[in-house]
């Protein structure tokens, strides 16, 4: 099968703040652009010792950009810190398509609030830019620690300009300096509040589209859903492993319960004297977790929801699909699940049956979900960049066809 990977050309490497640096990308072999949709991310592959590991970056451009992909990447890790500080200008990247299912909804009407913390406005940035060409009412906000490190800041300020009225943007810094309050960079100080989002945002059913470090979304979770926002209306993605927010939500607001009561945050206009005491979350302070080494050899996808048998060749037949009422085991743990299409994965279904596999990406690419099946056959709902060897499946993107056991 043929590497899904292709060879981009840096065309331009752009400063954005002290440490944030967008990579313009153009195919190296003069073809088209990938189709992506705003909010999709794009995996490199990264060199590293004893092989190479893939690292994921959203787009922050808009997706129909005639001429390169943009990432705009906050240097912290293994693969930004190659990003950084060895790539140039003219190098080669070897990258795969645009994936994942986080992405603006383009065929709904609703008024849309775009929440970003830190590095995470970078897939938002995308999906503001597809917004600007529709009549949709926006909400930007912004919120990091202070304009040293804000990137993109003129650039949303310049579509919110050029939208007569209909986007409004704003950025909450955490603990401005000098500068920024000579200058008037911010719009309110300390962390995103009740009151804050109360004063912005009219009175509607918006869409809510979430990305920062973990804590800050959990802080947002727990704040748009006592704001009345229901659960549905709010997308959300994590850099790194993550989960559902709402369970985390939950687990916070348990162990809040479980001591005395403290302030729970600095409202956005408080003093500056009281940012310094307590903050819910620290915007730029996003985690995440290396994925285990990758092989060295090229990776090949396999064809789309194609069967993987657990020891003997699947039969050369047309297979079944996945059905609801399918039995799932997880040997090692003792427990069987019965399999609805409303868990979406392997994973998902583990997880609601109290089990808690190890998983990062969430999307066929990290491998770190991967096990042994010992009996039974599952079929991927998307395609693996690594697909696992014979006897072993990734479960955050597979489903049963039929009975299966897992070795979890």
Known sequence: MADPFRRFRVARKTPESSVITSFHLAPADGG???????????????????????????LSCAVDAPD?????VKRESLGSVWLHDVVAEGDEIEIAAPRGGFHLDEDSTRPVLLLAGGVGLTPLLSMLHRLAATDRRVFFVHACENGDVQAMRDEVAAIAAASAGRITARHVYRTPTKADRAKARFDAEGVVDRGFLQ?????????????GPTPFMVAMWRLLTGLGIAPGRIA?????????????????????????????HVPAHAPRALAGLEHLTDPEARAVPDAPPRRATAASPAAAAAPVAAAAPASATAAPVAAAGDEVIFARSGVSATWHDAAGSLLELAEAAGLNPDFSCREGICNTCRCAIREGVVEYTSEPLDPPPPGQVLICCSRPVGRVVLDI
Do not use: N
């Not at 390169?68 to 705009?72: D, E, G, K, Q, S």
């Open 236 to 264: 959300y993605e994590f850099f790194g492993k993550g989960g559902s927010l709402a369970a985390l939500a939950e687990a916070e607001a348990a162990a809040e319960a479980a001591v005395p009561p403290a302030p729970a």
């Open 199 to 211: 004063s912005l945002l009219p009175q509607d059913d918006y869409e809510v589209y979430l990305c």
């Open 68 to 72: 390169c992909h943009r990432i705009t």
């Open 32 to 58: 088209p652009l990938w189709t992506a949709r705003p909010g999709q991310y794009l995996t490199l592959r990264v060199p590293a010792e004893g092989g190479s590991l893939l690292r994921t970056y959203s």
